[in-house]
């Protein structure tokens, strides 16, 4: 063969060489790209489905303006510390605070706990406000005078002996979207979704008192009838 066609052969085989490199390179580059793109979907994302993997969970549900306002009104002459429990993006907490509340939100979800933090900084009652990140369930109410909950059916019959166990008697609740399953409510305001239902401590804790008084004296009666 003569020497200018092995030239051209060793470089056409040359050329081919040096763009399979290149497409090998441009794969890992996008395969890269594709795997960060995927990793950082789900660091985006897990905080918001691994609550709805619990056996009872509070959903984000962001609270309509009217029923902010629904809140604020049944509050308008209450004063003192405030939570949120799922507290979500924090606008009833940050609500609260401008109307004058000690308030503070409660978030499984670290994502939302940090976007309200900003949120309230941006509002300027960053010094009145408070978001953690934590499960309601290993927190004690005792401190809190005004709970809001944006609770789940499933979750209401729980939460309401946890709330009579370690409420003080002056508490007030606000239950939206879903009321609680066995409390009488003092009053309710707005109505469909944005309704939301009021319930006084010092009548659901002589309720739950009464249950246990009631409870102790059958299990009382019981023992003395095994015995006779």
Known sequence: MPFDERLVDSRQVNEGVAERSSRSRIGLVITGALGGSLVALYAVAAPFVAPALRKVCLPFVPATTTQVQNVLQVLRRRSGTLVD??????????????????????????????????????EGVHYSTSFQICDLWKVSFAQYSNVVI???????????????????????????????????????????????????AKTFKTKHFNELTEQMSSKQQDYHDSQT
């Open 150 to 200: 944006f609770g789940v059916p499933q979750m209401m019959d729980q939460l309401e002996l946890k709330l009579a166990h370690e409420l003080p008697s002056t508490a007030k609740v606000v239950a939206c979207r879903f009321p609680f399953p066995t409390w009488v409510p003092e009053c309710t305001a707005g109505e469909g979704i944005d309704t939301v239902w009021v319930y006084d």
């Open 85 to 122: 429990i799922g507290s979500g993006d924090g606008r009833i907490v940050i609500a609260a605070a401008k109307q004058g509340f000690q308030a503070s939100g409660l978030e499984l979800n670290p994502w939302l706990v940090w976007y309200s933090r900003y949120k309230a900084w941006r």
